[in-house]
DNA sequence: AAATATTTTTCGGCTTATCTAAAAATTATA
DNA sequence: TATAATTTTTAGATAAGCCGAAAAATATTT
């Protein structure tokens, strides 16, 4: 048995190993707004329980046990948050914090009916894949802004041209890890794309900026 | 802020109350299943927190800002356990556990759009009454079950003859307080009545146990 | 490679909630 | 009304989780 805690924990881990970086204590302290000596306690008693693989000083990885713990987190998660905005009407962007406590609920029967109710639902609100209840996840290979069709959308994972001043606008205009874009109109005369952002702004993007921007595409 | 623990008490100090009986240190203590002494550590807490009115010795009983606390969570685990039967399609006997977790979720606007997707229900399936956004909770007067009429149902609360064979009778019977109780049929020539308990067992029984027997009329 | 900077861990301490055992207060009984 | 039984409180411990400061390990500069 996990406590919330050590739940919060293991996703954090999954969380970021999905970025590909390799997970530092001070990244997890960071992620979880916490001080590093909170993680280094918990990263023992983790290891201890055979969720994670932990060396000092070496950073961590979720081991197979970890690994099904925090797909349950994330499959609940997902479920609930589509649960408040497709039978609660809440706004996708307002659902998280109210999932971040729903996701902790213990019931593998509740999680299951949600599911039902819901009509299977292949992805959150936010264009997240869900994990069906063997802790599989829908991995759609990542692709270029530039290669979705008009009205589809994806959270972005991952730039190719990473110059500085890219890197800069990208900052500017939101088009940072784990944005959702949809994409609104194409453009054939110079191959640019009308775009929206976290449901927020609206921009046109040239050719470089849309083949260089890598999104999950969110299939429904 | 409450903890889930102070919510936890605050909940069974309420109630207890409700039992008509005065809240000792040991009845909160059985009731969950801790300690006395863990009890009276509580309590110092709470009634340092103004939530409850207490003087060692002398037991205790929730303040305003209690009663506040305690109808909100109560308000949150009726609703919850009414969306768990509705539209997860539970048995009314198997919600409890889930709704004591879902109870602790902290969002006002989550429990009053639940709240609305539910219709407004004024009873949960256990046949107690919602507060309302307010912390009114419709408190009917009990009856009969002599006095209810044909598919009517009510909530067991109370026992006017109780010599020891009747309660004996009553027991074996699951007649216990809490029990859900409703009218199939009631038959003219003796009076007796047709009742379905607990959504299980259904039973004749006399006019002199429907006589004596009080239940909290469940009004949808 | 030595010096410096950064990251991570250790250490001691704090809070919340729990428990057992013993002491104090209350209630029941003889 | 003393004595006994019960209830409640106190005192001292424990476990989870968190923190700041100091020490240890690793990474970066010079």
Redesign the interface.
């Known amino acids: 048995m996990n406590s919330f805690t050590e739940e919060n924990y293991l996703k954090s881990i999954y969380m970021l190993s999905q970025q590909g970086k390799n997970i530092t204590t001070n990244a997890i302290a960071n992620y979880l707004n916490t001080k590093a000596s909170s993680v280094t306690d918990m990263l023992k008693k983790l290891s201890a329980k055979k969720t994670i693989h932990y060396k000092k000083y070496q950073g961590v990885s979720l081991t197979k046990s970890g690994s099904e713990t925090a797909l349950k987190i994330i499959r609940k998660h997902r479920l609930w948050e589509t649960f408040?905005v497709e039978?609660?009407?809440?706004k996708w962007d307002e659902v998280h914090?109210?999932a971040e406590?729903?996701e902790?609920?213990?019931?593998p029967?509740?999680t299951n009916?949600?599911e039902k109710?819901l009509d299977n639902p292949k992805f959150d609100p936010h264009g997240d894949p869900i994990p069906d209840k063997n802790g599989n996840i829908s991995q759609q290979k990542n692709i270029a802004i530039a290669d979705l069709n008009k009205n589809e959308s994806g959270k972005i994972v991952g730039v190719k041209d990473s110059s500085a001043s890219f890197l800069q606008y990208l900052e500017n205009e939101h088009l940072v890890l784990g944005s959702k874009v949809k994409v609104l109109d194409k453009f054939d005369f110079d191959n640019s794309v009308l775009v929206n952002v976290n449901n927020k702004s609206k921009l046109t993007i040239s050719n470089h900026v849309s083949s260089n921007l890598f999104v999950n595409k969110a299939v429904r």
Chains 1, 2 share one sequence.
């Open positions: 408040l039978k609660l009407n809440f914090d109210i406590q729903l902790h609920i213990i019931s029967e509740l009916r949600l109710f």
